[in-house]
C-alpha cells in the first residue's frame, strides 16, 4: 500500500516538473498569441471597453499581411531554408556514404575533421566567410544566406551512422548489376534512409527558418530578408508601441509552419533519430 | 544459354600478414556444378569473391571461358551472384528488383536518369522488353502473384528464389552462389535444394556454389571442393570425398554422422588396437602410430556365434526413420565414443536374437575402412580382412 503511494507520489512529481517545464516553454508562444488577439491598448493593462475580439484579429492580422512585405518575408525564407536543404542533402548524403562504406588513406582523419567542425561556432567562420562574399560582391543575394550551410557536419555524421549499418551484400549486388556508385547512392542507399533525411530536415528546417544571426550579416535590404530578420526591420521601422499587434500576429505568422510541421511529424522525427538499419 | 569453364591458377590473397588464400588452382568444367565446403573462414566465400570481382586476388589469375578476368570490374565478368542474405534491394518491388541488371545492361547512365522514360519513346520500348522478360522469369520461378510486393512482405523462401531470379534473368555464364540456404529453415532449405539443381539442369550455367552445410554439398555438387585453412584440400566427386578423404579433416569434416577414430599402430602389416591385434591387415603400411577411421556404417553389429573385433558398452540409440545408429562408449579403445549405423530391419532382428543388450559386438567392414597417418594423411595401402584371401 505504501508502496504504491510512494510510486502515485512520484508519478505526480515527475509530471509536475514536466508540466512546469512545459508551461515555461509554452508561455512566450501563448502570450504571442493572446497579444496578436488584442487591440492596442490592450496589450499593456486593462482597458474599459476593448474592441470586440474579432475586429482586434482583423485588424491585427490584415496589417500584418497587407501593410508589410511579410508575404515576401516567408518566401525568402523558404528559397533559404529550401535551398539550404537541398545542398546539405546532396553533399553530406554521398560525403557519409564515401565514410562510411570506401577504404582509402585518410578516411579517418577526414571523419574526424567533419566531427571537429561540429565544435567550430558559427560566430567564429561569420567574419571569413563575410569577407569573402563582400569581395566576391555577393553579398545581399539569396547565395549569401546559403554559403556558409551548403553542407553539415552534422548531417554527415548521422547520416554515416545510418549508412554504416546498411549490408554491404547490397552494395555488391549493384555493383554485380552494373550500377555506377553514384547510383547506388541515389537508387538504393538513398531511399532506404529517407527517415534519417526527414529527421534532418526537421533539425534543418526549424534552425535555418530561424536564424537570425547569418542573415542580419549577410542581408542588408528588406526585399531580401528572410522571417526573422524582416520582423526585425518591421519593428524598427514601425516603431511605436502601437503596433504590438501587428508585430505578434506576424510572429504568430512566421512560426506556425514549424509548429504544424512538428506537429504532424512529431511521431516521424523521432523514429528517424532512434532508428538505424534497414528494417 | 551455356555456361563458360572457370580456370584458377596460382591464386593468393593476403590480407596484411595473414594468408587467406594459399596457392589456389582450380579447373571448373563448363556446365558443372562444383561446391567450395568448408568450416568459416577457411576461405570458401573470399575465394567466391575473387570471381565475382569485389576484392582483386594479392597475386594469380582467373579465367572464365577464354576470357582473362583477374582485374576487371564486376559488371564486366558476367558472372550472377546470389547472397546469403538475399541483398534484395530493400525499397523496390521484385519486379523492380528482378528486372534492375536487365535495365542497367540495356539502357545507357543517361537513359537510365529519373524521367527519360517521358522524353523517348525508345526507353518505353526497352522498360517493356524488360517488363516482359521479367515476367517470363517470374513465371519460372513461381513468383507471378508476387511482382508487385516490396521484399519485406516475403517469406525467406521467397526472397531467396527473387534473388535467383535477379541473377538468372539477365543469362550469365557463371552463377556463384554464397550459402544461399543457410538463413532458412530445414525444410524449405531441402525443397530449395531440388529447385536450384532442377535449375542448373534447366540453364546448363556454370555453378559454383559455397557451403558449409556438407549434406547440401553431397546431395548437389557434380564435384565438391573441400577447403580448409586457405587450401583446396581435395576436389573430386561427392562419393569419392565420403569414401577416400584424402585427409583425415575431410573425413571429418563429410558425413552427417561424425567419423570414428581409433588409434592404432601398425606392426608388420597388422593393425593393433589397444595392444590387441584386430582381424583388419594393412600389409604395405610402414610401421607407425595410425588412426584407422571408419564411417558409422563401416562397422556391423554381429549375434553372439559371428567373430567380433570388439565388444563396446551400448550407451545411446537414435531412431531416424529407416536408420538406426547406436553409440557406444570407446574409452576401453583409447577413443571417446563410437558411433554404429544400420538398417532398421537388421537392429530389430538383432535386438530379437538378444544381440544388442548393455553390449553390443562390432566388426569392421574392411572395403570401407580408412588408415590415416600420423600426419593425417590417407595412406595408400590396402586394407583387408585377415585370412580373406586363404
Redesign the interface.
Known amino acids: 500500500m505504501a508502496l504504491r503511494l510512494l510510486h502515485h507520489t512520484r508519478t505526480a512529481a515527475v509530471h509536475a516538473v514536466l508540466i512546469l517545464g512545459a508551461g515555461l516553454m509554452a508561455y512566450p508562444f501563448i502570450w504571442m498569441w493572446r497579444a496578436s488577439f488584442q487591440s492596442a491598448g490592450e496589450i499593456f493593462g486593462a482597458v474599459a471597453n476593448p474592441p470586440p475580439i474579432w475586429d482586434s484579429i482583423a485588424e491585427n492580422y490584415g496589417r500584418a499581411l497587407f501593410e508589410t512585405p511579410l508575404l515576401r518575408f516567408m518566401l525568402n525564407g523558404l528559397i533559404m531554408t529550401g535551398g539550404i536543404l537541398i545542398a546539405q542533402v546532396l553533399t553530406t548524403v554521398i560525403c557519409a556514404f564515401a565514410l562510411a562504406k570506401y577504404d582509402f588513406r585518410g578516411r579517418k582523419i577526414l571523419f574526424a575533421l567533419v566531427l571537429l567542425s561540429l565544435a567550430v561556432p558559427a560566430q567564429a567562420t561569420a567574419l571569413p566567410i563575410f569577407i569573402v562574399l563582400a569581395k566576391v560582391g555577393l553579398l545581399d543575394t539569396y547565395l549569401s544566406m546559403m554559403v556558409p550551410y551548403l553542407t553539415s557536419g552534422f548531417a554527415i555524421f548521422l547520416f554515416h551512422q545510418f549508412i554504416k549499418s546498411f549490408p554491404d551484400e547490397i552494395l555488391l549486388a549493384a555493383r554485380l548489376d552494373g550500377m555506377t556508385e553514384i547510383e547506388i547512392v541515389f537508387r538504393i542507399v538513398m531511399p532506404a534512409m529517407l527517415p534519417a533525411i526527414a529527421a534532418f530536415a526537421i533539425f534543418s528546417i526549424t534552425f535555418h527558418w530561424n536564424d537570425l544571426y547569418w542573415p542580419m550579416i549577410a542581408i542588408r535590404s528588406a526585399d531580401m530578408a528572410p522571417p526573422t530578420l524582416g520582423l526585425l526591420f518591421f519593428r524598427s521601422q514601425g516603431g511605436g508601441g502601437d503596433s504590438f499587434g501587428p508585430l505578434m500576429a506576424c510572429a504568430t505568422l512566421v512560426t506556425a509552419p514549424l509548429i504544424l510541421v512538428s506537429l504532424v511529424a512529431q511521431r516521424k522525427f523521432v523514429q528517424g533519430v532512434t532508428m538505424t538499419g534497414v528494417k | 544459354m551455356h555456361g563458360h569453364g572457370i580456370k584458377i591458377t596460382n591464386a593468393r590473397k593476403q590480407f596484411g600478414r595473414a594468408e587467406i588464400l594459399q596457392r589456389i588452382d582450380l579447373d571448373i568444367q563448363a556446365g558443372e556444378f562444383l561446391t567450395l565446403l568448408g568450416p568459416s573462414g577457411c576461405g570458401k566465400s573470399t575465394l567466391l569473391?575473387m570471381i565475382?570481382?569485389?576484392d582483386q586476388l594479392s597475386s594469380g589469375s582467373i579465367q572464365i571461358g577464354d576470357r582473362e578476368i583477374t582485374r576487371l570490374?564486376?559488371?564486366k565478368r558476367d558472372?550472377?551472384?546470389v547472397?546469403?542474405?538475399y541483398?534484395?534491394?530493400?525499397?523496390m518491388t521484385v519486379a523492380k528488383n528482378i528486372g534492375?541488371?536487365l535495365e542497367?545492361?540495356r539502357l545507357s547512365?543517361r537513359q537510365?536518369l529519373p524521367g527519360s522514360r517521358l522524353f523517348s519513346r525508345q526507353v518505353r520500348e526497352i522498360h517493356r522488353e524488360i517488363a516482359q522478360t521479367v515476367d517470363k522469369v517470374a513465371g519460372q520461378l513461381d513468383l507471378k502473384p508476387l511482382l508487385d510486393r516490396k521484399p519485406?512482405q516475403l517469406s525467406g523462401g521467397q526472397r531467396q528464389r527473387v534473388a535467383v531470379g535477379?541473377a538468372i534473368v539477365r543469362q550469365p555464364s557463371v552463377f556463384l552462389m554464397d550459402e544461399p540456404l543457410s538463413n532458412l529453415d530445414a525444410k524449405l532449405r531441402i525443397q530449395l535444394r531440388e529447385e536450384i539443381s532442377d535449375l542448373h539442369r534447366r540453364t546448363g550455367i556454370t555453378f559454383l556454389y559455397v557451403t558449409h552445410d556438407q549434406t547440401e554439398a553431397m546431395a548437389m555438387s557434380n564435384r565438391v571442393a573441400v577447403m580448409q585453412s586457405g587450401r583446396i584440400v581435395q576436389c573430386a566427386k561427392p562419393q569419392e570425398i565420403y569414401n577416400r578423404p584424402s585427409e583425415l579433416a575431410v573425413a571429418r569434416f563429410v558425413g552427417s554422422v561424425a567419423i570414428n577414430e581409433l588409434p592404432v599402430t601398425v606392426a608388420s602389416g597388422d593393425i593393433l588396437l589397444a595392444q590387441r591385434s584386430l582381424k583388419l591387415r594393412a600389409a604395405e603400411a610402414p610401421n607407425d602410430a595410425c588412426t584407422l577411421a571408419l564411417r558409422p556404417e563401416s562397422l556391423e553389429a554381429v549375434s553372439h556365434d559371428e567373430e567380433a573385433d570388439f565388444t563396446l558398452p551400448l550407451l545411446h540409440v537414435e531412431f531416424s526413420g529407416s536408420e538406426v545408429t547406436l553409440r557406444c562408449d570407446a574409452s576401453a579403445l583409447g577413443t571417446d565414443r563410437i558411433r554404429v549405423q544400420m538398417r532398421a530391419e537388421r537392429f530389430e532382428r538383432l535386438r530379437g536374437e538378444g544381440a544388442i543388450e548393455d553390449q553390443v559386438a562390432l566388426r569392421i567392414l574392411a572395403q570401407n575402412a580408412l588408415l590415416f597417418s600420423r600426419t593425417g594423411q590417407l595412406m595408400p595401402a590396402q586394407l583387408a580382412t585377415r585370412g580373406a584371401g586363404r
Open positions: 569473391r565475382a570481382g569485389f570490374p564486376p559488371k558472372v550472377a551472384m547472397f546469403q542474405s541483398a534484395l534491394y530493400p525499397h534492375m541488371p542497367m545492361s547512365f537510365r519485406a535477379r
